[in-house]
């Protein structure tokens, strides 16, 4: 490709420059850079540059000073080697942002550069001219895009008419979407053969106190969504002085989302389109309450108020001008676009990722977990009213374990982020999830192998753009637009559905966390599950594993929508089985047996003793309450006191399951 500048032009340039005082190189006087990552796995056309912060300063300040310089650092020594490179572009990672300085200063993320160079120029050659320079710390080769793939196991599986035989067919449904009653991971009432009552993420009741908000916004790195989808439409993020930009497509460096690219899957004889984006936007926040397909779990109600997605592509098929840091990109737009949620339900290509390439200290990965660790610090932190201070970066574990075992994966195995597994509609692992002490907690994601047709897989939103000839035969049936896939690509965004749920929460009722605190409370809205993992899990090819394999290495349990919205709210939850007459004592709720506060009745509105089954209240046994719930659901019963002459009330939700776990809860 044709240099940029003549060699005239960087003379002239270079006379007025100067060269800053450092050493050769290196972290340390006399040292040259350190070089990561494997040449053969690097992309083509680029490497990043860690430079020292001496020389950072000096690079901004001569980019900054009126040069308007794109294609050169403005330091003659680093401008003769990126003229002889035939250079492009010499760009900041993160760009020079005033407002966000500060905390580019703070994180490190203000000395990572990116050059662009022609793909015809060995990646070793650049790292060899360019580590020769005075001021570069590090020199990292960028990823092939190839090797970055969506977490989902096998094809996706349009939703057909006769799948209607398998449905859940309940009366009473808390959303007029018609599919909702398919989506057992939100309300699992074992009804469908392997399943087990419970299994699920306790959505329905969660939603009696909360079906989304607005103001949260989460960014879907993936594949791209389809901002048209009649079901995600109205929940897609819009950038306010650009109505029309709905994300950016940072895999081919380009405004336009592309989700009419495919490609033929030999393996399985079908075309892959660009489904996984939608799928996992569509267990977020679908539309809820429009009166079509599925719905979503921070969707809102009668078709609004829903969480807002923001599609963050860096994934695809047409190949071109892609990108191996649209990652990193994608976390610098995501944080200055107010998302404080980054769902990812990507990965790396089999064994192309070892431990020693992602932990140590300057890692062919330092530049994307630096952009990971600014989002996390501050996301949410330029918005006043954010519920959260701070971001959350929610990662899918990983779909190899039946081969692996308990092998780290990554990006998921990084500390600072929330690494999540998959569990089936039986509360067991599902049998390719990945699994290790580093998974972080577990959440629906479907298991073909426990059911007995596609319906035990996750249920949403795929592709149905009319200009697209699809192969796959998803027009045929009267839901076109739904189809059905498994993974801990589908685990993850429930993860990230419910922590976009309970800050819409925590918004509507006043409250504020860090991102360290509501982390807390989201890992530990949980179900024990362990007593499940017993016998074998079903594999591929008749393979059987051993299920207390798992035991330690699924997180804490499986993530419980209701359990975060009362830890947010801080209301008690109080555990009954269902149909069994349960005797609850009060007395360490006030003050324990020795305290003098009297307890003196306990109410229940109307609607709450509906929802769980209550026919009536009966007074205190002294401070002990029986009760019998005829109905699975939550209510909230007030309880009134007195202590002195003052009397008050404190709430308490009554939850009602049908099985309950040993240490109290419920599963």
């Not at 790195?221 to 650009?242: C, E, F, G, R, Y």
């Not at 205190?620 to 659901?633: A, H, Q, R, Y």
Request: with cysteine; aromatic share 10%; charged share 20%.
């Amino acid at each position: 490709m044709k240099k940029y500048l003549c060699i005239a032009t960087v003379l002239a340039l270079a006379a007025c420059t100067k060269e800053p005082s450092l050493a050769p190189g290196g972290e340390g006087a006399g040292r040259g850079p350190i070089v990561v990552g494997v040449p053969s796995l690097a992309a083509g056309g680029s490497i990043a540059l860690k430079l020292t912060p001496e020389m950072a300063e000096s690079v901004l300040e001569a980019q900054t000073g009126g040069a308007a310089l794109e294609t050169r650092s403005g330091i003659a020594g680093m401008d003769a080697a990126l003229e002889e490179l035939g250079a492009m572009k010499f760009e900041r990672a993160f760009a020079y942002d005033p407002e966000w300085e500060a905390l580019y200063a703070r994180t490190g993320m203000n000395l990572w550069y990116i050059v662009r160079f022609d793909e015809t120029v060995a990646p070793e050659r650049a790292a060899e001219l360019l580590g020769q320079q005075a001021g570069v710390s590090v020199v990292e080769y960028g990823l092939d895009p190839q090797y970055r793939r969506p977490l989902n196991v096998g094809p996706m599986v349009p939703f057909t008419d006769d799948v209607a035989e398998g449905a859940q067919t309940r009366a009473e449904m808390p959303m007029n979407d018609p599919l909702l009653q398919y989506q057992w991971h939100y309300d699992n009432r074992g009804n469908q053969i392997g399943s087990v009552a419970g299994a699920d993420i306790d959505l329905f009741d969660a939603w009696t106190l909360c079906t989304g908000g607005e103001d949260i916004v989460v960014a879907v790195i993936d594949q791209p969504v389809q901002t048209t989808h009649p079901d995600l439409a109205a929940n897609m993020w819009s950038k306010p002085d650009k109505p029309d930009e709905h994300g950016w497509n940072f895999f081919n460096q380009t405004a336009k989302l592309d989700w009419t690219s495919a490609q033929y899957l030999s393996q399985y004889g079908v075309w892959e389109y660009a489904d996984h984006g939608s799928h996992v936007a569509g267990v977020i926040a679908g539309v809820n309450g429009n009166g079509r397909g599925i719905s979503g779990i921070a969707g809102g109600r009668d078709g609004k108020g829903g969480a807002k997605i923001m599609s963050c592509q860096i994934m695809g098929f047409k190949r071109g001008n892609t990108d191996p840091y649209a990652d990193t990109h994608a976390f610098e737009y995501a944080l200055k676009n107010g998302a404080v949620i980054a769902q990812n339900s990507w990965g790396y290509d089999g064994d192309v990722v070892t431990e020693a390439m992602w932990n140590s200290s300057n890692s062919q990965f330092s530049m994307l977990r630096m952009a990971m660790d600014t989002f996390i610090a501050g996301a949410g932190t330029k918005n006043p009213n954010s519920p959260i201070q701070g971001g959350l970066v929610i990662f899918a574990a990983g779909n190899d374990g039946e081969d692996v075992w308990d092998a780290k994966r990554y990006p998921a195995v990084y500390d600072p982020l929330i690494a999540v597994g998959s569990m089936s509609w039986n509360y067991k692992p599902a049998y390719y999830t990945d699994y290790g002490t580093w998974v972080d907690i577990t959440a629906p994601g479907g298991d073909a192998m426990t059911g007995t047709s596609n319906n035990c897989q996750v249920l949403s939103t795929v592709l149905c753009d009319n200009t697209m000839d699809f192969k796959d035969g998803r027009k045929t049936g009267s839901m076109f637009g739904y189809g059905f896939m498994q993974g801990t690509s589908m685990a993850c965004p429930h993860v990230s559905g419910i922590a976009a749920l309970g800050l819409a929460y925590a918004s509507q009722i006043g409250k504020t966390f860090s991102a360290e605190e509501y982390t807390g409370l989201l890992l530990s809205s949980v179900k024990g599950i362990e007593q499940y993992f017993t016998g074998t899990i079903r594999g591929v090819t008749g393979r059987r594993i051993n299920a207390e394999d798992y035991v330690g290495k699924m997180g804490g349990g499986a993530i419980s929508a209701l359990k975060l919205l009362l830890a947010i709210k801080g209301t008690p939850a109080l555990y009954a089985k269902t149909g069994t007459e349960t005797t609850f004592d009060f007395v360490d709720y006030f003050g324990g047996d020795k305290s003098k506060v009297v307890i003196l009745s306990a109410e229940v509105a109307p609607t709450d003793k509906a929802r769980i089954g209550l026919n009536e209240i009966p007074a205190f046994d002294g401070t002990k309450l029986t009760l019998n719930c005829t109905k699975v659901g939550t209510g909230f019963l007030t309880v009134r006191a007195r202590a002195g002459d003052k009397e008050f009330s404190r709430e308490f939700a009554i939850v009602s399951r049908p099985n309950l776990a040993s240490n109290g809860g419920w599963m």
